[in-house]
């Protein structure tokens, strides 16, 4: 079955630490992977598709279809990504996405 | 531009009850999908609807249900009521619907009593 995996449910880093927040999949065909964010009090946003190969607000994420994961990497934390992650797959042409549980990264001072 | 919107924003209903909740997808966007989200279970995938027909449908029972009209806003309506139905519901549209980037509502807060 498709799922998408998250482990941690809290990352705490200091400001300036690098961070990577994990999440692995099981897909049986060629998946498209995202990551979307939640900022307080604001709507569930895209942050970054795999297929766009960018960085986004310094994040960047590879598909390692090796290890079936698509972990999304910050070398700087900056208080202002404190936020709830979502990692999330999509099983087929349109939107119907799989997401992860969701991952909160709080970055203090 | 204006982002989703949902509406009402906060519902409290009985079991048994039924439910229709709204989402008015931003302008020119013709795809719109549900989910629901729950702290248990997270996001789930409820349907999405393109151009007024039902694309895709998520692993939900036969209570759940939805639409689109021309103009491309959605409704969805939850029949008999039970208190597992208690979750934010979350409308997002998309320009075509064949990708996954998806422009979120802020949701609709449905509580079963």
């Known amino acids: 079955a498709q799922r998408v995996t998250q482990p941690e449910k809290l990352l705490s880093v200091f400001k300036g630490a690098p961070v990577e927040l994990k999440c692995n999949y099981s897909?049986?065909?060629?998946?498209?992977l995202f990551w979307y964010v939640q900022y307080s009090r604001q709507r569930l946003q895209l942050l970054l598709r795999?297929?766009s190969r960018e960085s986004i607000k310094g994040f960047t994420a590879d598909l390692n279809k090796g290890e079936t994961s698509f972990h999304l990497k910050k070398p700087f934390a900056q208080e202002e990504d404190s936020a709830m992650y979502y990692c999330?797959?999509?099983?087929?042409?349109?939107?119907?996405?799989?997401f992860g549980k969701g991952t909160t990264l709080s970055v203090s001072s | 531009k204006a982002g989703v919107t949902q509406t009402p924003r906060y519902l409290i209903k009985t079991r048994g009850q039924q439910v229709t909740l709204s989402c008015s997808p931003i302008?020119?966007?013709?795809?719109v999908s549900w989910y629901q989200q729950t702290p248990g279970q997270g996001l789930q995938f409820l349907f999405e609807y393109f151009s007024e027909t039902q694309r895709n449908k998520g692993n939900f029972p036969g209570r759940f249900s939805g639409r689109q009209f021309s103009n491309s806003r959605s409704e969805m309506n939850v029949s008999t009521l039970e208190l597992g139905d208690s979750a934010l519901y979350l409308c997002a549209s998309a320009r075509d619907g064949l990708t996954g980037e998806l422009f979120f509502g802020e949701g609709s807060r449905l509580t079963v009593l």
């Open positions: 795999h297929i």
């Open positions: 999330a797959l999509s099983q087929r042409a349109g939107t119907a996405l799989i």
């Open positions: 302008s020119g966007h013709r795809s």
């Open positions: 897909y049986s065909g060629s998946p498209e």
